[in-house]
T-cell receptor, first 113, second 110 residues
């Protein structure tokens, strides 16, 4: 099946700094990618829909100025957590679709100290 | 996307079949039933999907009722590596959002 990668797989940063997470579709092109967040023992929560060449669509309650999404090419979407705080510590997962299938990345664990 | 309901947790003995039910009574005609699983600290893994016919692949079988209001995922011979949270999701296609419910935590035991 298709492969979606994420980088980094884990990151630790200090409060107030910004962190960029990359999501790549390795063997297919994706005009739409999705970003999810998962807190411990909880389900995945959709944060935003990343659209190639246009602005991302954010779910209700997600701050678009804090979670910057750039979908600059058909194989790459980036999520930047700006001015990170400890409450932003979470597991961030992206997905990309091909036909009727959604493929998920391995996730990025962000810890803000 | 249609809402799904699944049992919170299930246990299964290794080597036995694991049958995971899912209710999706408000599913629309163009929505597929998808199953994913998530092993601890990993991204969700695609298992199988179907529209109205039963489906089988190397991982599992999917049984969808005739009225499409419920389905069952069958792992024919569960192993310890099948211990995971299993999500049943209905959605209409690539550009549609996947909405994850709480899923079923399957524990496979010796």
């Amino acid at each position: 099946g298709a492969v979606v990668s994420q980088h980094p797989s884990w990151v630790i940063c200090k409060s107030g700094t910004s962190v960029k997470i990359e999501c790549r579709s390795l063997d297919f092109q994706a005009t739409t990618m999705f970003w999810y967040r998962q807190f411990p023992k909880q389900s995945l929560m959709l944060m935003a829909t990343s659209n190639e060449g246009s602005k991302a669509t954010y779910e209700q309650g997600v701050e678009k100025d804090k979670f910057l999404i750039n979908h600059a090419s058909l194989t790459l979407s980036t999520l930047t957590v700006t001015s990170a705080h400890p409450e932003d510590s979470s597991f961030y997962i992206c997905s990309a679709g091909e036909a009727y299938e959604q493929y998920f990345g391995p996730g990025t664990r962000l810890t803000v100290t | 996307d249609a809402k799904t309901t699944q049992p919170t947790s299930m246990d299964c003995a290794e080597g036995r079949a694991a049958n995971l039910p899912c209710n999706h009574s408000t599913i629309s005609g163009n929505e597929y039933v998808y199953w994913y699983r998530q092993i601890h600290s990993q991204g969700p893994q695609y298992i199988i999907h179907g529209l109205k016919n039963n489906e089988t692949n190397e991982m599992a079988s999917l049984i969808i009722t005739e009225d499409r209001k419920s389905s069952t995922l069958i792992l024919p011979h569960a192993t310890l590596r099948d211990t995971a949270v299993y999500y049943c999701i209905v959605f209409a296609g690539t550009a549609s959002k996947l909405t994850f419910g709480t899923g079923t935590r399957l524990q496979v035991t010796l």
